[in-house]
C-alpha cells in the first residue's frame, strides 16, 4: 500500500516549485505553474490510469510502481479520450456559467426588465446544475477504462449506466467524498496563503521565510498525496462492490 503513495507525491511534486518561488519571484512562478498545468494536462490521464490499477490491485493484496507504470502505459489512450470529452463538455458548460454571469453583473449596471433577469437567472441555474450531474454520472470513466479495458467513449457511458443503476449509493459515496475532499480543500487553501507573502499579509496570516515556505509547500505536497490516494482506492473499492453486486460475473472483465 505504501508504493500507492509515490506517484501521488510525484504528481503534487510538480507544484512545489510554484509554491516556493511564489514569496521569491511571482513572475517566474507564474510561468513555472503555466509549464506543470501543461504537463500535468498530458501526464494526467497516465497518472489516473496507473493509480486506479495499483489501488484494484492493492484492494487485492499488494501492488508495486512497476504495475503503475503498465497500467498508465496500457490505457493511456482510452484514458486521454475520455478525459478530453469530459474536459470539452465542462469547458462549454463553464463557459455558459462565466457568461451568464458576466451578465448578471452587466444587467445589474444597466437597467434591464425582470423578465431579462430572470431568463439570465434560469440559463445560468440550468448550466450550473448541468455541470454538476454530468461531473456526477462520468465519474467512474478511470474505472471503467483500466477494470473493464473499455475504450474511452464506452467509459463514459459506463459510468453513467453504473451511476444510474446506483443512484442513491452513488450519492451517498459521493457526499462523503465532497465532505471530506472539501475539508481538506479548506485546510489545503489556507495552508496555501502562508506560501504567498501578499496573501498571508492580507489575512493577517505570519510571513514565512524561504525555509518556511519550502516546508509548508513539503507538507501540502505530503497530505495532498495521502488524501487523493485514499480517494482512489475508496473509488475503486465503491465502483468493485457496486458492479460485481449488479452482476457477479463482471469481475471476469477486469
Known sequence: MPALVVPAVLLFALQFPQLALQSTNPL?????SLGASLLMLAALPFF?????GMADDALDGDSSLGAFVDYGRSNYVQMLVAYLLVLAVNLVLGVVVAVVVF?????GLVPVGPVVLALVAVVGL???LAYVAFAFVVQ????AVVLEGRSGVDALTRSYGVVRSNLAATAGYTLVAFVVGGGIGLLFGGLSL???PEAAAAYG???????GVVAVAAVLT???AVVSTFFVVYSVAFYRQVTTEASPMSTAAR
Do not use: D, E, I, N
Open 222 to 224: 505530503l497530505v495532498g
Open 28 to 32: 517566474v512562478a507564474s510561468l513555472v
Open 205 to 211: 496570516l505570519p510571513v514565512l521565510s524561504t525555509g
Open 194 to 196: 502562508l506560501t504567498t
Open 140 to 143: 467512474f470513466y478511470g474505472q
Open 48 to 52: 489516473q490510469a496507473g493509480m486506479v
Open 103 to 107: 451578465g448578471t453583473v452587466l444587467f
Open 126 to 128: 440550468v448550466a450550473a
